[in-house]
């Protein structure tokens, strides 16, 4: 389109957009926002953001909007909950920056707000998407940070106080702490277990071998006290809950070598394990900081209920004035006001005439949702046109959008019982591990008192050696990277395992196999061309999706200029183009008052009341998603869809994509219910959604995967995020999935092997230490080298987006 | 082998040395974020501020 794209945010421009001067050279942008961003930056000296960007920055926001909004937050009852006082002289607050795309954001923010009067220090993290800023309360105040950030074209929202504390920095300090500990630890313990192992064929003198002992014991007993403190606190708690989860093998065997090799560095017989132990602790505690990075890669839930929850409410007064006030302080049978645009800030009654509201966050439905006075306004849903005047009817936990964020609660705390499976056949091999010393003990105590302990301990610290030890963390560990490297972030490890074992997978469409655009299906006109031109000239410009669909539909034909360009919220546009007054919009708009609504996606474009063309749009599929569905469906998974939308839209999408099972208008609950059925017949099924509206249901499935684009990616919540630009990742990443399982029960099986073959020889205590040595090591080098063949043979695919968040994981 | 006992003590120390600069460098931020620190001295490109600016600048900096 030669009409060109703004210089700030990328958004295609209207016929006479306003201009920017930038470092001295205009440019055309498309709104007031983003001129006033652009040109507050140039005033900064900051323009050199322009040319290190790597991505169009987000549409900045209107400039009145964000003074008004950033206002509020100066309101006691808000700041309370928003702003920490450290001392005297310094107040912090943390803050849900949108819009941050690259680190060319980062320096922005970072520049921009360093040169405010009063502000103390600014973080910015770009994964996380949040700011932390530290100020003096004398000089500043929040509302002038919030005004000082929309200036410079971004929208924040401050979190509650208690994100302050941010769990996720001090859960990945304390993991980076352990994982140095147990690295440090089991690289020296490693040196002293080599020189006794060495030491095993050339008669190291007992003085020596006992040093190098304690030496171990020196440097093994912070990793265990320390670094593995995590899964003795699991299992505790597990234990506690009166279950076997994953930790307490895991506890139990850390416990056990540790304790076997204490007794023998007492004693001065038999070998120590110090090395194993660290090594152990070591390769589970990487496994687990990949998949702790991965889950605070991928965005949390709390943090998308916060972006949905409205913050502010325009409250009438009794003598009629408009009060801007927190969300929060409202109260059954207050009166508020509703503007275009903005969220409807909680469940109420409309007592304007009509509106238009986009409810997709509670029905999924994407289509537009009509109301009338008298009508439910649900809080949380998006008003399309306005304003509307609306009286509260239920505020805080009562509202749907509250209930909504308690399905979630519970959906997820459903889903543990039945991972446990899993975890209780790793409990088992423990058990048995235990009943064979137990035999051996009881066994050689009739047998030789004296030898009993010798070989118990034989019993317990062979069969928990490394092979063992490394044969699910190494496979998992590498699957986690292999993935992440196509673009695929596993958020829970368990997901690797449901993924494999899928039989169902559940797509939602909106967002998940459609994106959000449109795209033009078909035009009913004498000369289409023609047609398409003259409504690309009204539309150019216009943000509404439909709008957009026609804009981009003619971009090969040669733009006309369209003026006295007059849109209609929720109607359409109208203008003039080459002296003929033109209408585009809905039947009833298009043709002034025939209101026989029959054809609800047709767009009409009419001359002076009589219609010149007709528009079919239809929603665009993803790239990729036929390939996607048709690699699941030929790898034996079946294929269902389950909507919100109406029937038509459901079955024509589900027609391209070759659906056959598909459910449409249905409510989150009734989503989670079939998920429910599916479950309950045997199934196991991996729901695939946006993971923002539809959060809730996908935590009701076995494997939730959430696909998002772009900025958003950050935002999703799910077990697996991938970029919705590489949907056929989805087939690649269960093809390595179900490898992984593959590799780790090789990997299980040749340490059972080693173990069966070993343990009785090492009972009878006819394995020599250096064999023992020998075989260990060896064994080891087995699984490892097993776990690297994971991902060997499936190629990838494409390459996923270059977005800053898919590139730098290892 | 006498030449052991100077030395494992010292490979323990540097252990211990290594350790804490480690857990200094943790909780100084060093870690927190590993994606954007990496990208800003290619951006660094200092311009000409206003004078009010440049003080609140050079501060942070």
Known sequence: MNVGNCWHCGEPLSTNPPQATVAGIAHAVCCNGCRAAAEWIDRLGLADYYRLRSAPSARAPDPQDAQRNAQTWARPELARHVVRTLDAGHSEALLLVDGIRCAACVWLIERSLSATHGIASVQVNATAQRARIVWNPAQTDLPAILAALAQTGYSALPLDAAALDDARRRESRAALKRLAVAGFGAMQAMMYASALYLGAFTAMDAATRDAMRWLGLLVATPV????????????????RARTLGMDVPVALAIALIYAASVVEALRGTGDVYFDSVSMFVFFLLVGRYLEMRARHRAGNLADAMARLTPAFAD??????????????ELRVDDRVQIAQGERVPADGVLESAACRADEALLTGESAPVRKLRGDALVGGSLLLDGPAIARVTRVGADTALASIAALVARAQSERPRLAQAGERAAAGFVARVLTLAALCAIGWSIKDPSRALTATLAVLVVSCPCAFALA??????????????????????????????????VFDKTGTLTDAELELAHIDAADRDEALALAAALARGNRHPVAQALARAAAELAPRNAQEIRSVAGNGIEGVVDGRHLRLGQRAFALEGDASDTDDDAVFLTEDG????????RERVRAG????????????????LASGDAQAKVDAVAQRLGIEIRHARMSPAEKLERLRTLRADGARV??????????????????????????ELAQAAGDIVLDGENLPALAQARAIARETLAVLRQNQRWALAYNLAVVPLGALGFVPPWLAAIGMSM???VV???????????????QPATSTLAHSLP | MNILVVMIPLSILLLIGAGIAFFWAVEHDQFDDMDTPKLLPLLDDPTPQESDLESEETKDA
């Open chain 1, 472 to 505: 699910v963390p190494a496979a998992l560990t590498r699957a986690l990277s292999v993935l992440a490297a196509r673009g695929v972030f596993v958020v829970h490890t368990d997901a690797i395992e449901n993924l494999a074992l899928a039989t169902h997978a």
């Open chain 1, 779 to 781: 064994s080891s080098l």
């Open chain 1, 610 to 617: 009589k219609i010149f063309a007709t528009f079919g749009l």
């Open chain 1, 224 to 239: 265990v006290f320390y670094s593995a403190r995590p899964f003795f606190a699991g299992a505790a708690r597990a234990l």
């Open chain 1, 784 to 798: 490892i080298l097993n776990a690297l063949r994971i991902g060997r043979s499936v190629p990838a695919h494409t």
């Open chain 1, 315 to 328: 409250r009438i007064g009794a003598d009629g004035g408009i009060e801007r006030i927190a969300a929060l």
């Open chain 1, 686 to 711: 991996a729901a695939v959604g946006d993971g923002i509206n539809d959060a809730p249901v996908l935590a009701g499935a076995d494997v939730a995967v959430a696909i998002a684009s772009g900025a």
């Open chain 1, 625 to 640: 998603a036929r390939e996607a569905l048709d690699a699941l469906r030929a790898d034996g998974v079946s294929v269902e």
